[in-house]
């Protein structure tokens, strides 16, 4: 059996968490945004993605990433007549937006650099009919956001009481954002849980669900009080 490896604290250098989205989404780290069906989790994140594409701050923000990469492994919707639509209306530059057929591993990475990888939804990652077990696979995921220093956001239905695999995924989160709806077309995101920032000091915000010539996009953000 090997020896532990002790590390001296005073010989680590201290380091400020980066942030793709301040005190919502970490860099290099694994966010969890979940919500009921039909309440905007897939569209969120495509705007989001969109806004990384093209170099815009994240919604009421004036922190901006710079154009970047982005990586969407999306098992619910079809790619070109969902998904690429739905980057189109939120004005994506889709020349920044690659779209994977299988599971990530660092080594996938090793000709670009993204700055945001969204997994939807988290359940199509884990592959519950595996052999493989979704710790190893979560494990695995909070591996490959710190390789790649990627914020890393994966989407979730609200789970079923007493799902194992749905609280592992919630612990390793460092940070969960919760949808809700108040109204027709209007939603609530609300961060749950963090690790990285006290929840007292990020605020819920109000987005509303819109319609672009018939595809639905994120909108009107505003603050809730």
Not at 47 to 75: C, F, H, W
Not at 107 to 117: G, K, S, V, W, Y
Request: hydrophobic share 40%; with cysteine; charged share 25%.
């Amino acid at each position: 059996m090997s020896r532990a490896v002790w590390t001296t604290l005073a010989d680590v250098p201290s380091q400020p968490v980066k942030w793709l989205w301040e005190g919502r989404i970490p860099f290099g780290k694994i966010s969890l945004l979940d919500g009921e069906p039909g309440f905007g989790k897939s569209n969120l994140a495509l705007e989001l993605a969109a806004r990384v594409s093209r170099g815009q701050a994240m919604p009421l923000s004036k922190e901006k990433t710079g154009p970047a990469d982005v990586v969407i492994y999306n098992d619910d919707d079809n790619i070109a007549d969902t998904v690429r639509p739905r980057l189109e209306a939120a004005g994506a530059d889709l020349t920044r937006v690659r779209a994977a057929d299988r599971l990530m591993t660092p080594e996938d990475f090793a000709t670009f650099q993204p700055a945001l990888i969204i997994i939807d939804p988290i359940s199509a990652y884990l592959c519950l009919s595996c052999d493989v077990p979704p710790r190893k696979m979560i494990r695995d995921l909070t591996g490959l956001a710190k390789e790649t220093q990627a914020a890393v956001i994966v989407v979730q239905y609200l789970p079923k009481e007493g799902s194992t695999w749905a609280s592992e995924i919630q612990d390793a989160a460092r940070s969960i954002l919760h949808i809700s709806s108040i109204g027709h077309n209007r939603r609530r995101l609300s961060v749950t849980k963090s690790i990285l920032r006290s929840l007292s000091v990020v605020p819920p915000l109000i987005f509303q669900l819109e319609d672009r010539q018939g595809v639905s996009h994120v909108g009107g953000w505003s603050d809730e009080f």
